[in-house]
């Protein structure tokens, strides 16, 4: 079982099996976000709708919210250059990622396996950890099949 400091962090990952597997120590991201202007933001937003109200609420104009809004560039060309297997996973509330964007997705990677977690928060590795790793293994299975063969 997870001892005390894995359980403080959050990092604990169970195999299949029910044992620990993963890092014992927190993440250098988490490390990062010490000095990052969004540390005092209330991480994680659950939707991105919240998080754009947020945004908004925080903004000193309109201006500032709508450039940092729109500051994030299209990814959608660039997912048909994936070479490699991709896991690609939503939650069942399709707030973040409508049917049209994830029906999109799948059709622009090469090799994707895409899975609804039956939870319906944003934060799908979060949610429900036993059904994310579960599908974690089950992709790795689908990865490893093919380098063994």
């Not at 991480?43 to 104009?61: G, V």
Request: with cysteine.
């Amino acid at each position: 079982m997870a001892d005390a400091e894995e359980q403080k962090h959050g990092m604990t990952l169970y195999s299949n099996t029910g044992t620990d597997i993963g890092p014992e120590k927190p993440s250098p991201i988490n490390e990062s976000l010490k000095n990052s202007p969004t540390r005092d933001w209330p991480l994680p937003f659950l939707s991105r709708m919240e998080a754009a109200e947020f945004i908004q609420k925080i903004s000193c104009s309109d201006l500032e919210y709508q450039y940092f809004m729109g500051s994030y560039v299209s990814w959608h060309q660039l997912l048909p250059q994936i070479k490699c297997p991709v896991l690609l996973i939503r939650s069942k509330s399709h707030e973040a990622v409508p049917d049209s964007e994830y029906a999109k997705m799948q059709a622009l990677i090469t090799d994707c396996v895409a899975y609804e977690m039956t939870h319906w928060d944003h934060n799908v590795h979060l949610a429900d950890k036993e059904q994310f790793f579960s599908c974690m293994d089950q992709f790795l299975s689908y990865v490893m099949k093919d380098l063994v063969e």
